[in-house]
């Protein structure tokens, strides 16, 4: 097999043994561990504040242009592989990662103060969607072949053959994100897409959680090695700090770029790449305050259930999801009144949590503060500290404020991003309305509404939809299904295009592009776009959706 | 019908008569000829430098919010329209422009100095991708419709039940092309494609042909009111300035824009879209010198044949197409002093040509002129004026280069737009191989080959592959089939997003993204989401591609 021969031009600098007995800290550079010089890392119990064991190396400038030589060297072979080696490497990921689950469920615990449960499930949705890449390019029709065959014959001029797919673009930078440390970081979904389009990897390692990116980053290299892909396609780098996330961002030979997180950090990536000679596509979930409306019926029927159901959603996680309902609107109504108070109750008995890094809750507790001392919001519920010997701990807090100030004072729609959320309450449907205007674009927006009302509301649902990239009825948004079907980004402010989607199988398009091949010789064009369909993939052959072998 | 109660607040300003017996000039604003106060503009026959018949109105700010205000709020009818209905329109807009087929081309004939049996053709171009976009909204799968059902009972979580679709953005900008004053223009294929899917479109005119402006403006309008459409899917502005362009790329309800033109006026509207508030995609298609490589066993046996064909190819049209093969590169050999003897021969006997605007043809003189005086390139064709009396003639040029110099020069790298071309000779398959990689991206790359050749060359052929969008053998790049495999977009800067076609019936896709709706209730869900798959389309129905009603 051609890509056997692959690179393996780095040197292993030191032997290949772990600094301590369970963490190899050293940057992957080629599915391959290499030593850099700069100052040890450590990671930080967020419970805590202490560091916990395990030494991680900074990288450098040097390893950057390295991943990138070699990522590039590595896409003429990867690119091109056979699609059954490519889902079978896939697999081979998810595997590796299954069968470290515990020791990566205990780490990922100890530096993400996340609770175990969690994250046994994130573990779950981590090889889910490695399987899900993995099947999706073993059934091969997602590269969208279209082919048009010859006409020499057409009058005024022949028409040529003419056939197109999607090809991957070439090295993807890859951001670990802070609060999914398995299922949005090294080998999370950015990567499982990246990796399936046919494009390698260079992974910039979250600092809140280099344990646990090392013992990931350890099971895709042996994946890689088992499977005999081209080292290339995958390495990843440590970092305290912006510069390598920097450099790897400006290098000419990335070709696209994604990224979780806030709005400040994905937007400097985006004018980094931007002011390129070469500008690169840039995939930023930034933020969402992710509005939910309850409309009169709902809050009549059920006000005490959905407060409740909610209170759950807010704090779930510490609040700690891009998709956390941090904005509710309803109309005043005596049902309303039932509702707050409901919620007020369910909020104050939230137990607190520890938040994911020391930032993170350092700014929760500075926007809380904000809110708390603003005189145009009030109050709603809030909780307690419940153990008062862990840091870095988050109260729940819901606040309350009219529809005219919301609207009045842009800085209420900003993201708190924490168990937080604002309740906003209209006079009448058209402040409703109005309110739901003054919002930017979201992951998500979610309507709580009886089954007979909603089709009164056509108006606020055309004016929902534009907000949008998905759109619930009657359940929570927290919660991210990893389907075909799941649309996970919106207009801006919450995604720099929400013409993709960063979560379920179509994010593999993030990373490729359509070539046309005219006229080309048959023994020479890829085999989806050969005659005989020799995948025995969908194409559209002249016009027609079709598996037959045109 | 609901969209019958379309928006047509804004007035009639002025009786509805042309301003001269065959053309209105004044602004059209949802459908409806409005007057401006500004200086009038002429059109000018490149020709003869002189103005034409008729006047039209400079646009202003207020009539630049009036159309995205209009477009705005049509938008809200038309995204939703029977897409039986939108498939009527588009054909309506083909058959009143055909109806005027005549008047059209002479018309553009004297805006453009183009032939006529060249703007012939464009007519029916332009009204054969108006009928295939109304064939795809009528067949209706393009919206890519994903279904996954809920599993209530999953373990450990329920699933939702979750469906997604393309939806269209909104109001689209479209920047009439000189090149193509009508397929790329009025009604062209940013038009086109942008009202399948079902975007309002606000044209700004060039005003290289106002008159065939007006003429495919009215068209328009014809078939808007013809059909019944909301009056504010399309108005239409002239400016011969950037002002009026820049405040429609810059209004905040503008949601997409779509250019092609030189890299300079591309790249300035991307600057301007980036820097908005809420940042929107611009498709800018813009310079390209669509690299032809004559490989050595084609050069043997048919030396003077390709010369031939390709002295047409650089001359066709002035040159003035995207696709113009403005660089040739081959190794050296004596077949190849062959091919350049007969390639002079023919270029010094091709007729002199109108180009198309008297800025045009002054910017391809001074680069001509560039070249011949430039020590490092010699002249290897040249052709006479063959008329001396008309103005903005183009002689067509070869130039010569050695890879040596062409790789270390990259001004040589630079598009020259009209009936130019420059021939990369290198010394060997290394060299021709690090010729291609100095290039940047491109719109087309060509390889002429014997049968036999082709697969020795497999590294060149993914250089090639890297640096474009389509990729042709032995054929010339001018002449771009609007076709549902189409690729009309290469790597930067060729376009500034490769990830999208200008040009076939994919070119649909830069107007939509995805929506989800999650458990969702039936009887509000669009028609392409339902159960029972009410318009008979291609659905993903729990991942298998089916028209079955699940």
Same sequence: chains 1, 2.
Avoid at 38 to 43: I, R, S, V
Avoid at 474 to 492: D, I, L, R
């Amino acid at each position: 097999m051609r890509w056997l021969t692959a690179l393996n031009y780095l040197p292993v600098v030191g032997e290949n043994k772990s600094i301590n007995k369970d963490m190899n800290g050293k940057n992957i550079i080629a599915s391959t561990y290499v030593n850099a010089n700069e100052k040890n890392l450590n990671a930080i119990n967020p419970a805590t504040g202490l560091a916990i064991e395990g030494d991680f190396f900074k990288a450098n400038e040097s390893l950057v242009n390295d991943a990138l030589a070699s990522a590039t060297e590595a896409f003429q072979l990867y690119r091109s592989i056979n699609k059954d080696l490519k889902a079978a490497f896939l697999n081979a990921v998810a595997d590796e990662i299954a069968a470290i689950t515990e020791e990566l469920v205990k780490r990922a615990a100890e530096e993400s103060g996340l609770p175990l449960p969690r994250l046994q499930g994130e573990v779950g949705r981590t090889t889910g969607q490695l399987r899900l890449f993995a099947n999706l390019v073993a059934e091969g029709s997602w590269v969208n072949a279209i082919i048009e065959t010859a006409q020499p014959d057409r009058q005024p001029l022949p028409k040529s053959d003419i056939r197109r797919m999607m090809i991957p673009i070439g090295p993807v930078v890859v951001f670990g994100a802070s609060n999914f440390p398995l299922a949005f970081s090294v080998a999370g979904g950015d990567t499982a897409s990246a990796l399936a389009s046919g494009c390698p990897v260079v992974v910039k390692a979250h600092p809140a959680h280099y344990g646990t990116s090392a013992l990931v980053g350890e099971a895709i290299k042996k994946a890689v090695e088992k499977t005999n892909m081209p080292n290339g396609i995958f390495s990843m780098l440590y970092d305290d700090g912006y510069e390598i996330g920097a450099a790897l961002v400006k290098h000419p030979l990335t070709k696209a770029v994604t990224f979780t997180g806030s709005f400040k950090g994905g937007m400097a990536l985006v004018k980094l790449a931007d002011e390129r000679e070469n500008p690169i596509p840039v995939f930023a979930e930034m933020g969402s305050i992710n509005p939910v409306i309850f409309l009169p019926d709902a809050l009549t029927n059920k006000a005490e259930e959905l407060a409740k159901k909610y209170a759950a959603s807010i704090s779930l996680g510490a609040g700690q999801f891009c998709t956390n309902p941090g904005l509710m609107l309803a109309i005043e109504s005596p049902s309303l009144t039932t509702f707050k108070k409901s919620l007020a109750d369910a909020i104050a008995a939230v137990p607190s949590a520890t938040m994911l890094t020391n930032g993170i809750a350092d700014n929760y507790n500075r926007l809380a503060t904000e809110v708390i001392n603003n005189d145009k919001a009030s109050i709603l519920g809030i909780s307690n500290l419940t153990d008062k010997d862990l840091k870095n701990q988050s109260k729940a807090i819901v606040a309350e404020i009219s529809a005219t100030e919301f609207i009045e004072n842009p800085e209420f729609r900003e993201e708190i991003f924490g168990p937080y959320s604002l309740l906003v309450v209209a006079k009448d449907l058209s402040e409703l309305e109005s309110a739901i205007s003054s919002l930017g674009g979201q992951l998500t927006a979610t309507l709580m509404a009886d089954k007979e009302e909603l089709k009164n509301y056509i108006s606020l649902l055309n004016k929902l939809t534009d907000k949008t990239g998905r759109i619930i009825l009657n359940g929570v948004p927290t919660g991210v299904e990893v389907c075909a079907s799941m649309q996970h980004g919106g207009p801006f402010p919450a995604t720099n295009d929400s013409r993709f989607t960063s979560v379920g199988s179509t994010a593999i398009y993030r990373f490729v592009r359509p070539l046309a091949y005219q006229d080309w010789q048959q023994d020479l064009l890829p085999d989806e776009l050969k005659d005989g369909n020799p995948l025995n993939i969908f194409r559209t052959v002249n016009q027609k959706l079709t598996k037959a072998d045109e």
